[in-house]
C-alpha cells in the first residue's frame, strides 16, 4: 500500500513529538532529545513542502526585537566560543539553541486556544503523575532518612536534581495558576487541575530548592499586588499559618536564604567573586562557556562541593562567558519580551487572554529571580519548557490575527 506523503497531517506529527519533548524532559532526557530531533525535522520539511513562511513573517513583525536580540545573543555566544580559553569542542554547545526554535513552529502548529490549555494540561498531568511517584518514595524512604538528618536536609531527588526539578515544576505552577484563580472556567474543570496541581505543589516544596522559594514567593506577591488583591490577602494568610505550624527546620532553612555565613550562600559568594575577576580580564565577550571548572581553576582551586562547575547565577556567568556583549543582548532580550508580552495583555480583552498572559509573565519572573543564584538559563530541560512557554505569546497572538483575518478585519501581514 502506498502511502500520500502529501496527506499525511504533519501538524498532528509535530504537536505530538512537540508534547511528548515537553511531558518527558523531567525524567526522559534521552526520549525528550529524540522528540526534539523528531518535531524538527518535521516542521522543516513541512516549511519546505508548503512553502509557508507566514510565521516567520509574522514574528519579525509583531516580536522583531525579541528575535533581534536572541540572534544577537546567540551570535555573541558563537564568537565566545570560537574564541575561548580552552576552545577544544567548545562549539558542541551551542546545540541548545535548537530549543529556540519552537518560537518559529508553534504559533503555526497550534490552532485554538482551546489546544493550548489542553496541552499545557498534558504536560502538568506527567509531571504530576511523577510528582505522585516522587511523593511515594519521598514518604517509603523518610522515617530512615529522619535518623541521619533533619527533615529540612531531606531533597526529592529520584529523577533530576533537585533544583531544576523544583524550576520545571513551578515555570508550569506559575503558568497555569492563573487559570485557576480566574472567575471563568475553561476546557479543563478546575476541581481536576487542582488534583493535578497538588502533588506537584508539594514536590516542589519537598526539593527543598530556597532560590525556587523566593521565586515563587514573589512572584505570587506580583500577581495579587497588581492582578488580584484578594489573592493576595489570603495567600498572605496562608503563607503566614504555614509557617506558624512549620517545622523548626523548616524554618532554619527558609531562614537561610538571607544568612550570607550559610555554607551555601557563602560559597556562591566565593564563586560570584572569581566570577567577577574572570569578568575583569574577559570583559567583551568572556571565556566562552566551555570547560568553566578549568578556568575556574585559573583562578582559584574549588574547595567546596559543585564550586566551578558554573557560576550559579544567570547574571554572573553570562558575563563570564559571553562578556558585556552577551549581557547586554541577554538583558534586551527579557526587557523586550517583558514589553511585549504586558503590551499584548493591556491590548487583551478576554479572560483567556489575560490568564495565559499573566501565566507567562510569571513564569517568567520567577526563572530570572530564581536565575539569581543558579544558573537555570543553561539548564536544558529548565529552558525547554522556558522556551515552550515562550512561545505561547506568539501563538496567542498569532491565533487571535489569524481570527480577525477570517473575519475579514485585518491581515497577519
Not at 392 to 398: A, Q, S
Not at 400 to 408: M, P, S
Request: aromatic share 16%; glycine share 4%; proline share 2%.
Amino acid at each position: 500500500m502506498k502511502i500520500d506523503i502529501k496527506k499525511i497531517d504533519l501538524n498532528i506529527l509535530i504537536i505530538f513529538f512537540m508534547t511528548l519533548q515537553m511531558a518527558s524532559i523531567g525524567f526522559f532526557m534521552a526520549l525528550s532529545s529524540v522528540s526534539l530531533a523528531a518535531w524538527v525535522l518535521l516542521w522543516g520539511f513541512k516549511v519546505f513542502r508548503e512553502k509557508d513562511t507566514s510565521t516567520f513573517r509574522f514574528l519579525f513583525k509583531e516580536y522583531k526585537f525579541v528575535l533581534i536580540f536572541v540572534a544577537g545573543y546567540v551570535f555573541v555566544e558563537l564568537l565566545s566560543r570560537i574564541f575561548a580559553v580552552f576552545p577544544d569542542e567548545a562549539l558542541i554547545g551551542i546545540k541548545r539553541y535548537l530549543l529556540v526554535l519552537v518560537f518559529f513552529a508553534n504559533p503555526g502548529i497550534i490552532k485554538s486556544k482551546e489546544s493550548i490549555l489542553k496541552y499545557l494540561t498534558i504536560i502538568l498531568t506527567v509531571f504530576s503523575l511523577l510528582s505522585c511517584v516522587e511523593l511515594y518514595k519521598f514518604a517509603v524512604n523518610l522515617s530512615s532518612n529522619l535518623l541521619t538528618t533533619s527533615f529540612a536536609e531531606i531533597r526529592i531527588d529520584y529523577f533530576s536534581y533537585p533544583i531544576t526539578n523544583a524550576e520545571m515544576k513551578m515555570l508550569l505552577l506559575m503558568t497555569t495558576l492563573p487559570f485557576l484563580i480566574s472567575k471563568k472556567t475553561y476546557n479543563i474543570s478546575k476541581r481536576y487541575l487542582v488534583i493535578i496541581l497538588l502533588p506537584l505543589v508539594i514536590s516542589l516544596f519537598l526539593t527543598q530548592s530556597r532560590n525556587v522559594y523566593l521565586a515563587v514567593f514573589t512572584s505570587l506577591l506580583v500577581y495579587g499586588i497588581f492582578r488580584n488583591w484578594k489573592f493576595l490577602v489570603s495567600f498572605v494568610l496562608f503563607i503566614s499559618i504555614c509557617w506558624v505550624i512549620a517545622p523548626d527546620s523548616v524554618k532554619d532553612r527558609t531562614r537561610s536564604i538571607f544568612d550570607l555565613n550559610h555554607p551555601s550562600n557563602k560559597s556562591r559568594l566565593v564563586m560570584w567573586n572569581v566570577g567577577m575577576q574572570v569578568f575583569k580580564d574577559h570583559p567583551v565577550i568572556g571565556v566562552g562557556d566551555n570547560q568553566i571548572t578549568e578556568v575556574y581553576k585559573l583562578y582559584k582551586k574549588p574547595e567546596s562541593h559543585g564550586e566551578g562547575s558554573h557560576f550559579h547565577s544567570n547574571i554572573v556567568m553570562i558575563l563570564v562567558t559571553t562578556g558585556i556583549a552577551g549581557f547586554i543582548m541577554y538583558l534586551l532580550f527579557w526587557v523586550s519580551l517583558f514589553y511585549y508580552t504586558v503590551k499584548d495583555y493591556r491590548k487583551s480583552t478576554e479572560e483567556f487572554d489575560r490568564a495565559l498572559l499573566w501565566g507567562i509573565i510569571l513564569s517568567m519572573i520567577s526563572f530570572n529571580i530564581s536565575g539569581i543564584f543558579e544558573w537555570n538559563f543553561g539548564d536544558w530541560e529548565v529552558v525547554t519548557l522556558l522556551y515552550y512557554i515562550i512561545s505561547l505569546i506568539f501563538v496567542l497572538k498569532y491565533i487571535n490575527l489569524n481570527k480577525l483575518t477570517n473575519d475579514g478585519k485585518r491581515k497577519i501581514i
